[in-house]
């Protein structure tokens, strides 16, 4: 039975965001925007809640590409600023520095789950359109190819360092 290339994307998109809730489980509130410490030492590695703020920013660019109206699941305001790729995660003993989990959570599967149902009806021609974003046309010529990325390995980088981070900092494997 052939399926549309925008159906085999958001297949794999969807595997990454019940990855991430499994990931999630038992992670407490108050350690979500820290570094972990195993025996510790603290270690400047990226903890959930700087991977799932910084993931949220990519499902309305999903649904951007696919054509949709991407302001209508576009993250919170502020997110971009601490978030970005250019941004550099941040121990947040206060927690005053990122949003809260809950918003955090929100905002990153609002965003895929909006991108999963543009991927879903997405016309494989428009796929094979020319990626919108000039600078990642070498590397993802087409939006189709930059949408297998947004949604397969970036997504599985960061779930990796979440997974990392479980283990430093106690919880074990998810």
């Known amino acids: 039975m052939p399926r549309s290339f925008g159906n085999n994307i958001a297949d794999s998109v969807q595997r990454c965001v019940d990855y991430a809730d499994t990931l999630l489980k038992g ?15 603290v270690i400047e590695s990226n903890h959930p809640a700087f991977i799932l703020g910084h993931l949220a920013l990519y499902g309305e660019r999903i649904v951007d590409h696919c054509g949709g109206d991407a302001a209508s699941v576009a993250a919170p305001e502020g997110f971009a600023a601490v978030f970005s790729k250019d941004a550099k995660c941040q121990d947040d003993p206060e927690g005053t520095i990122y949003p809260p989990m809950e918003e955090v959570i929100a905002a990153f ?31 993802f010529p087409t939006k189709g190819s930059v949408l297998a990325f947004y949604g397969g390995g970036h997504m599985m980088v960061h779930l990796g360092q979440f997974s990392a981070w479980r283990r430093m900092a106690g919880l074990g494997a998810a």
């Open 27 to 41: 992670v407490p509130a108050d350690r979500f925007a820290r570094f972990a410490a195993p025996g510790g030492e």
């Open 109 to 139: 599967k609002k965003g895929y789950e909006a991108g999963i149902a543009a991927l879903r009806s997405a016309p494989d021609g428009m796929l094979d359109e020319e990626n919108p974003v000039a600078a990642m046309i070498p590397r």
